[in-house]
């Protein structure tokens, strides 16, 4: 495993910053906290924290829940990308329409596009979510350190699960010095699953698909063992159709929805019209055939409600329970 060592302190200066960012050598100070300094794995490198980071940027909505969870939300001072309200209790909302959005840009395919200097400029002693044209060695060389959600880590491949949840909760609450928030956060999370688990009963034997459309045709994307929709489909009750692909995400077509044919499909999106994802799909030649839109056991839910895991996907869970409970 590669490994990297990320001193991070509590506020770093422009003028340190910009040496770095010119090729400079100026380094942050490294006098460590009480309590640290705290080493964390993340996607296959070692980040080490000498005191609980101060200025964070959000590059990904993911992360949200558990800064709320911990307390720590007033410490995010700029965040990028798509923060739908529906995720988003009242106080959270409050808390993010006072952090200033550099940017809402996305391509296509719904990835964020943010430049390096922008984010540089923020002075960050963290950043959180990995987007394509700022990587982690990007920021690495700025000494910038940066945290993925473990699940959207390159080449992941391990089966996620609702435990995953409780582990990454404490992995935030070593960085920010919280364990008893996290703690409390993961007992409040557990109680929540086993009642959804009661209602759920056993399993109904119906078979499932999770998909994102493209809004207007085109690539439809199908969810594997590697997603977070595979455990999550379990747990309502249903059958992965494509439990049998180890992959997280990959392109699926029509005909090979008509061959394995749900019972119910769930379809990601990142914003926008739910209305118009449907159709993404629905229009598609030969998609009226499908089992699930014959039936209108069709259901979309935004993204963060299914992945990566997070206390969202608790709240996703309850969704689909209450859509399909009712269709049984």
């Known amino acids: 495993m590669k490994a990297t060592r990320l001193a991070v302190t509590a506020a770093a200066s422009t003028l340190t910053l910009l040496i770095a960012a010119c090729g400079g050598t100026a380094e942050r100070p490294t006098a460590a906290g009480p309590g640290y300094p705290v080493t964390v794995t993340n996607c296959g490198e070692d980040v080490t924290f000498d005191a609980a980071p101060e200025r964070i940027v959000l590059l990904k909505s993911a992360a949200v829940p558990y800064l709320q969870a911990l307390g720590v939300m007033d410490r995010v001072t700029a965040r990028a990308g798509q923060y739908p309200k529906e995720y988003y209790d009242a106080e959270t909302l409050a808390e993010l329409d006072r952090i200033p959005l550099l940017t809402d840009r996305t391509d296509t395919s719904g990835h964020l596009q943010i430049s390096k200097e922008v984010v540089i400029s923020q002075e960050p002693d963290l950043v959180l979510g990995e987007v394509d044209n700022l990587s982690r060695d990007t920021l690495s060389a700025v000494d910038i350190p940066l945290l993925e959600e473990p699940a959207m880590c390159p080449d992941n491949t391990a089966t996620p699960s609702f435990e995953d949840i409780y582990a990454q909760l404490e992995t935030y609450g070593r960085v920010f010095g919280r364990q008893a928030e996290a703690t409390s956060a993961v007992d409040a999370l557990r109680t929540r699953m086993t009642k959804i688990q009661s209602e759920v009963g056993p399993s109904s034997g119906r078979t499932a698909a999770v998909l994102y459309p493209t809004i207007g045709g085109g690539t439809t994307y199908a969810y594997g063992t590697a997603s977070m929709a595979h455990p999550q489909l379990e747990a309502a009750g249903f059958r992965n159709v494509f439990g049998d692909t180890p992959e997280r995400v990959f392109e699926v077509t ?41 039936s209108g056991n069709v259901m979309t839910q935004l993204f963060n409600f299914t992945e990566p895991p997070t206390a969202l996907s608790i709240d996703g869970l309850e969704r689909i329970v209450q859509r399909f409970r009712a269709a049984a």
């Open 254 to 294: 029509v005909e090979e929805l008509l061959g394995r044919n749900p019972d119910v499909l769930i379809l990601l999106y990142g914003d926008g019209d739910p209305t118009a994802v449907e159709q993404g799909l629905t229009g598609l030649p030969g998609a009226e055939k499908l089992n699930a839109v014959r």
